[in-house]
């Protein structure tokens, strides 16, 4: 049962933290940290196939739903990701339907889809132990599209309607710049733009999510109806705590040569 998927159909609030490192031994420390979902990036990390299943296999013992996000809508790129053990997948830059019913075709068997079948060879198969995969994975995974583009936001109700679209998630950076305010998507414009998006999102059934700017943004995000929040990443989380800790040594430093 995949518990990230049931949980943002559910409306229950799913917290996760974006894995940019590109690396199983940071994965497997954010693992136990007691995050809903991880994501692990294909599009803006320096991932391979090889190093999301490495990532993949340290988070194994731990409750929490590895997601992926590959570079771009591309069947071939997604067979990988599925054949790899993923079950839940952010495809970025959703602008139309169409692009949306590629996505559900690409992580579906046929007749229903046009995913590749290669379940004996498959990790995601237990390597063909699993009699019953081929049955039933259909209802484990979890398609989530990113809208952050003017096209996108224009699309949501059509992106919506999609049958196997499980929920839509929202970029601040790229809708920022879209909007025109590149780096800034803290901009009036912009905040406007996503409490806009979220609520249509969740008129058309889907769950809502956002990668939010920080724990205040998350909770108001979250009380405002989206199921599913990035807060943060962990290069992030290693920039400031090791900022944190350098400044926090030199203040104690000051505090004891001070006269």
């Known amino acids: 049962m995949n518990r990230f998927k049931q949980g943002i159909a559910e409306g229950r609030p799913q917290l996760g933290l974006w894995q940019a490192l590109a690396n199983s031994y940071t994965a497997e420390i954010c693992a136990g940290a007691g995050y809903?979902?991880?994501?692990c990036d294909g599009e803006h990390a320096p991932n391979t196939p090889q190093t999301l299943l490495a990532q993949l296999q340290a988070v194994?013992?731990?409750?929490?739903?590895?997601v992926a996000r590959p570079p771009l809508l591309d069947p071939a790129i997604i067979k990988q990701y599925l054949d790899i053990g993923f079950r839940?997948?952010?495809i970025p830059m959703i602008e139309s339907a169409e692009q949306a019913r590629l996505a559900v075709a690409s992580m579906r068997f046929p007749p229903d889809g046009i995913r590749g079948v290669a379940?004996?060879?498959?990790?995601?198969?237990?390597?063909?132990?699993?009699a019953d995969y081929l049955a039933r994975t259909h209802a484990e995974h979890c398609l989530i599209v990113q809208?952050?583009?003017?096209?996108?936001l224009a699309a949501i109700e059509a992106i919506g309607a999609v049958e196997g679209v499980d929920a839509i998630f929202v970029g601040p950076g790229d809708?920022?710049?879209?909007?025109?305010?590149l780096g800034n998507p803290r901009h009036p414009d912009v905040q406007a733009a996503i409490a806009d998006a979220l609520d249509r999102i969740g008129r058309t059934g889907k769950a809502a999510g956002i990668f939010a700017l920080?724990?205040?943004?998350?909770a108001a995000r979250l009380h405002s109806g989206a199921s599913f929040v990035s807060v943060g990443t962990d290069i992030?989380?290693?920039v400031r705590g090791s900022e944190t800790l350098r400044t926090s040594v030199l203040s104690q430093m000051d505090q004891r040569t001070t006269p």
Do not use: C, I
Not at 147 to 152: D, N, R
Not at 175 to 181: F, T, V
């Open 36 to 39: 809903d979902w991880l994501l």
């Open 60 to 66: 194994a013992a731990f409750p929490v739903e590895p």
């Open 88 to 90: 839940s997948l952010m």
């Open 119 to 130: 379940s004996a060879t498959s990790r995601a198969s237990g390597f063909g132990r699993q």
């Open 147 to 152: 809208v952050e583009s003017v096209a996108g």
């Open 175 to 181: 809708l920022a710049a879209a909007l025109g305010h």
């Open 214 to 218: 920080d724990p205040d943004d998350a």
């Open 236 to 238: 992030g989380v290693l």
